[in-house]
């Protein structure tokens, strides 16, 4: 099992960055593939990105492509969500994801361990 637990979230003014960190616990972090998600009020939780257990493949939503940066190490069992160019419609609770039997997926219901989620509120 692990244990996900998300940090870095806030306010911030449309333009700016905010980097969200995921500590995870255990020995076996670098066996799960992992993922951020987010959701808005009203909305589904949709998916922001993920990286596989090497880091080699990162796909990530069209909608944050260019502008967000998934990273993770290893070593310190810590995956980072880098944000910048923010918009208001990046407003959500982000939740980072993982699991280690998928080895890549969009979808929320494929992964096990989740975080309790960090508000990020983006001004205009």
């Known amino acids: 099992q692990v244990q996900l637990v998300e940090s870095g979230g806030g306010l911030v003014q449309a333009g700016g960055s905010l980097r969200l960190s995921c500590a995870a616990s255990?020995?076996?972090?670098?066996?799960?593939?992992m993922a951020w998600f987010r959701q808005a009020p009203g909305k589904e939780r949709e998916f922001v990105a993920a990286?596989?257990?090497?880091?080699?493949?990162?796909p990530y939503a069209d909608s944050v492509k260019g502008r967000f940066t998934i990273s993770r190490d290893n070593a310190k069992n810590t995956v980072v969500l880098q944000m910048n160019s923010l918009r208001p419609e990046d407003t959500a609770v982000y939740y980072c994801a993982a699991d280690r039997y998928v080895i890549m997926s969009t979808t929320p219901s494929n992964y096990n361990y989740w975080g309790q989620g960090t508000q990020v509120t983006v001004s205009s």
């Open positions: 990286m596989s257990r090497s880091g080699g493949n990162t």
């Open positions: 255990g020995r076996t972090f670098s066996s799960y593939t």
